[in-house]
């Protein structure tokens, strides 16, 4: 059971405790403090009554006359209604004075009373009384309220501030935050507060990433475009350069295309998911058939890439397509950038159980400022690490390796480079049959 539950148990508790101390201690103004432990009126009275059935009157010890300590007065009445010590007595005899009659050895008969101590007024007694039972419920009820508006403004006061909270986001202003408005609280509703105010900073983000794509989007579109209208008013203008248009209003649609369907692959792993359904794959043999093709073309360009990978197989269901966009798009990433002549050096392992692709190229690096944003969409580094494309490449990449679980990190190469390394979580190596 979480904090507030204790909390709730410890408040009403007190509240409890609070009412019956409350009431004890009225009882307690209103009664002797000393006495009442030894023995009670009943026990008084019996105590007097023996000794006058063994002794008589000598037999009352003088500690039941007029002893301060006691709660209540002793009173001796004989069969005449006299105090046999002379003292007040009341009018009449009531059950609430817990009378006693007893008889004496000479044969004398007395009624012995218990009467609380009080004031005298007029030559008659008048005792002190308990305190009603109204009084004592009352003081009950006043510490329960208390402890019950306390508790409740405990509670209320952080809701109220929810509610609010709510209310401004619900207004579009995604910056609110609550946890302030907490305090030092370590409970549940803290926590809520905090969940609250995680929820907000990731719908911030989330909107944000969204109008600045949107924004990118919008600024990649606008130059194929134009270049296209161009392409077209130069064709109308000189037919017979038609042929020349046509190839260049074909590469740029084909840009385009490539532009939209990486924007549909990007928003497909953004919302957590992936187009293409889960099958299983030997990831070795995946990864080994990549950097084939990645090999080819870095020797076309007068480089070189080295694939060491396992001698194991390494099953698992993946969505295939994600994730060969994302091991395709970091290794043709190292060709396209290492030095010519170097090498990309690229091998697979398992990491505590995680299945692993590193690769490590000879190319310029990347500002230790840029290692994180170069993973944002249509990211153009200083360095122009980037280069021709769309940009979207390490962004697809890292997303590809969320969706499952995994992980995208770059680090720069001491010597000059980049390494790339791409984690996949619990996935074991298995021998092939």
Same mark, same amino acid.
């Not at 009225?26 to 009664?31: K, Q």
């Not at 606008?222 to 260049?248: F, I, K």
């Not at 590809?400 to 990190?409: D, I, K, N, Q, T």
């Given at each position: 059971?979480?904090?507030?539950?204790?909390?709730?148990?410890?408040?009403?508790?007190?509240?409890?405790?609070?009412?019956?101390?409350?009431?004890?201690? /009225?009882?307690?103004?209103?009664?002797?403090?000393?006495?009442?432990?030894?023995?009670?009126?009943?026990?008084?009275?019996?105590?007097?009554?023996?000794?006058?059935?063994?002794?008589?009157?000598?037999?009352?010890?003088?500690?039941?006359?007029?002893?301060?300590?006691?709660?209540?007065?002793?009173?001796?009445?004989?069969?005449?209604?006299?105090?046999?010590?002379?003292?007040?007595?009341?009018?009449?005899?009531?059950?609430?004075?817990?009378?006693?009659? /007893?008889?004496?050895?000479?044969?004398?008969?007395?009624?012995?009373?218990?009467?609380?101590?009080?004031?005298?007024?007029?030559?008659?007694?008048?005792?002190?009384?308990?305190?009603?039972?109204?009084?004592?419920?009352?003081?009950?009820?006043?510490?329960?309220?208390?402890?019950?508006?306390?508790?409740?403004?405990?509670?209320?006061?952080?809701?109220?501030?929810?509610?609010?909270?709510?209310?401004?986001?619900?207004?579009?202003?995604?910056?609110?935050?609550?946890?302030?408005?907490?305090?030092?609280?370590?409970?549940?509703?803290?926590?809520?507060?905090?969940?609250?105010?995680?929820?907000?900073?990731?719908?911030?983000?989330?909107?944000?990433?969204?109008?600045?794509?949107?924004?990118? /989007?919008?600024?990649?579109?606008?130059?194929?475009?134009?270049?296209?209208?161009?392409?077209?008013?130069?064709?109308?203008?000189?037919?017979?350069?038609?042929?020349?248009?046509?190839?260049?209003?074909?590469?740029?649609?084909?840009?385009?295309?490539?532009?939209?369907?990486?924007?549909?692959?990007?928003?497909?792993?953004?919302?957590?998911?992936?187009?293409?359904?889960?099958?299983?794959?030997?990831?070795?043999?995946?990864?080994?058939?990549?950097?084939?093709?990645?090999?080819?073309?870095?020797?076309?360009?007068?480089?070189?890439?080295?694939?060491?990978?396992?001698?194991?197989?390494?099953?698992?269901? /993946?969505?295939?397509?994600?994730?060969?966009?994302?091991?395709?798009?970091?290794?043709?990433?190292?060709?396209?950038?290492?030095?010519?002549?170097?090498?990309?050096?690229?091998?697979?392992?398992?990491?505590?159980?995680?299945?692993?692709?590193?690769?490590?190229?000879?190319?310029?690096?990347?500002?230790?400022?840029?290692?994180?944003?170069?993973?944002?969409?249509?990211?153009?580094?200083?360095?122009?690490?980037?280069?021709?494309?769309?940009?979207?490449?390490?962004?697809?990449?890292?997303?590809?390796?969320?969706?499952?679980?995994?992980?995208?990190?770059?680090?720069?190469?001491?010597?000059?480079?980049?390494?790339?390394?791409?984690?996949?979580?619990?996935?074991?190596?298995?021998?092939?049959?």
């Amino acid at each position: 059971m979480g904090p507030l539950f204790w909390k709730f148990f410890a408040v009403f508790l007190l509240a409890l405790v609070l009412a019956a101390v409350a009431t004890g201690f /009225v009882v307690w103004l209103h009664t002797p403090h000393r006495g009442a432990a030894v023995a009670g009126p009943a026990g008084l009275v019996e105590v007097a009554a023996q000794a006058i059935e063994n002794e008589g009157l000598p037999g009352l010890h003088p500690l039941f006359q007029d002893n301060p300590d006691l709660p209540l007065t002793l009173l001796v009445i004989d069969d005449s209604g006299r105090e046999v010590f002379g003292r007040p007595a009341p009018k009449e005899i009531s059950r609430r004075f817990w009378p006693r009659e /007893v008889k004496a050895p000479s044969g004398e008969r007395f009624t012995v009373l218990a009467v609380p101590k009080g004031e005298r007024r007029g030559g008659h007694f008048r005792p002190r009384l308990w305190p009603p039972p109204v009084l004592t419920g009352m003081m009950g009820f006043l510490a329960s309220l208390l402890v019950a508006w306390a508790l409740a403004r405990y509670i209320a006061q952080p809701i109220r501030s929810l509610r609010w909270a709510f209310e401004q986001v619900a207004a579009g202003r995604l910056d609110t935050r609550i946890t302030p408005a907490m305090g030092k609280r370590r409970d549940e509703v803290a926590d809520l507060g905090r969940g609250f105010d995680h929820m907000t900073g990731e719908l911030e983000r989330l909107v944000e990433g969204q109008r600045r794509l949107l924004h990118d /989007v919008s600024h990649e579109l606008r130059s194929p475009l134009a270049r296209l209208q161009a392409a077209v008013g130069l064709g109308r203008q000189n037919p017979e350069r038609a042929t020349a248009t046509y190839d260049r209003i074909e590469r740029e649609v084909t840009r385009l295309d490539a532009l939209v369907g990486e924007l549909l692959t990007l928003s497909h792993l953004d919302a957590g998911s992936a187009a293409d359904p889960v099958q299983k794959v030997d990831l070795e043999e995946f990864v080994a058939a990549i950097a084939n093709d990645a090999r080819f073309e870095a020797e076309a360009a007068g480089k070189r890439l080295e694939y060491r990978g396992m001698a194991s197989e390494v099953f698992a269901a /993946v969505h295939a397509e994600p994730l060969r966009r994302a091991f395709e798009n970091v290794l043709r990433n190292a060709v396209k950038f290492t030095a010519p002549g170097t090498t990309v050096e690229a091998d697979t392992a398992i990491d505590r159980g995680d299945f692993v692709l590193r690769v490590a190229d000879r190319g310029p690096g990347i500002p230790e400022a840029d290692l994180e944003a170069v993973f944002t969409p249509f990211f153009r580094g200083e360095n122009g690490r980037v280069g021709e494309g769309t940009g979207l490449g390490l962004a697809i990449a890292r997303r590809a390796m969320e969706v499952h679980g995994g992980s995208l990190r770059l680090t720069n190469r001491e010597g000059g480079g980049l390494v790339a390394e791409l984690r996949l979580p619990g996935r074991k190596g298995h021998q092939g049959q």
